[in-house]
């Protein structure tokens, strides 16, 4: 069957990603939970391709990594596509409970011979958590993949975000909502299923193979003061700089790299080029927020700024929020804004 053929290729592709990328996982988060993803990908498929066999083995290897898969993929895309290099506490917790609510249940069902479906009202509530949990989780995921691909200014890694985006939204929509939720039996969903999961892992591995693995996995580097140094020798690069030190464009709330390229009257793709090759920023919002914390820095240093709040300041610069604002201040500064004033009041 051609869904057999394609299940083993894409086991094969992922066992291969995780050979790639295991002497990589010391020490990087993203690297970690994209491999732990790879392996609930092949245990999954592993569990579904041997279930005639009859084995617990097999049977628990997909139970396990079928249900975890929603979770890890969550985590990943934090930690991969939104470039977090630490994950709290409650998010792993949130990312468990997708294992440890079906187990729970089978937990259930071995010990004291409970079967949910004995109970239509348990059942259906235990089914519907389940599937709003799982649906929540990939739904956020796919969000938080959607909106740093927007931002994300290293074009190789747009191209291969891109695709899982698009490529997971539809495994998992055939998946999830088209099987359990519509319980659509279908032969040509197997094969389209498979053939996807195929083409997305061996895509991954080409680019592994073809490109830097920092491309794909590293976290925005912290930039340093050098970026109002940068010798402007184009005229694009100056009307960038224009834009920011003199019109204060960042200030603007909701501005994007669209809306940037437009006002700039620069194509989109260049000045993505401009903004990561010739400044050294992989993110849009970090190219933003260097100048608004910039801003911001100066202000509380001023004696008239002295009795502004810290919140004040930060809105008024271009952050959303008081949390957001103090996460990247203190990533730039060592310290907390209020520290920060602190340190450089005048007497």
Known sequence: MLSTFFSHVALAQMLMCILLLF?????????????????????????DLYTYAHNPVFFYTGFIAGNALPGIFW???????????????WQYALALSTLVLPLFAKLLQVTFNFELSDYI?????????????????????????????????????????????????????????????????WSGLDVIKSLLLASLITGIN????????SVLFAAPEKVEEPQEEVSVHSKALAKITEAME????????????????????IHEYKLRHLINGELNYRNFNDFLNFYRIKEVAIKLTE????????????????????????KAFKTTHGVTPTEYRKKHSHS
């Open 303 to 326: 004696a008239e700024f002295s009795q502004t709040p810290v919140l004040t300041l930060a809105l008024e610069s271009g952050f959303r929020s008081l949390s957001s604002f103090n």
């Open 121 to 185: 009202g348990a059942a259906l509530i235990y089914f519907y958590v389940q599937i709003i949990l799982e649906l929540s989780l990939i739904s956020h995921a796919l969000f938080i993949s959607i909106k740093s691909w927007r931002d994300d200014l290293v074009q190789e890694r747009r191209y291969i975000r891109g695709g899982v985006i698009s490529v997971s939204a539809a495994y998992i929509f055939l998946v999830i909502v088209l099987e359990q939720v519509f319980l659509i039996e």
């Open 246 to 265: 003199q019109e204060k464009l960042y200030q603007q709330e909701g501005l994007t790299i669209a809306s940037f390229a437009k006002h700039l009257a």
């Open 75 to 89: 985590l990943t895309a934090q930690s991969v596509f939104a470039d977090k290099t630490h994950i709290k506490p």
């Open 23 to 47: 002497r990589h996982c010391r020490g990087n988060l993203s690297v970690t939970l994209f491999s732990l993803l790879m392996l609930c990908g092949a245990g999954y498929i592993v569990g």
């Open 206 to 213: 080409y680019f592994l193979f073809d490109t830097k693995l």
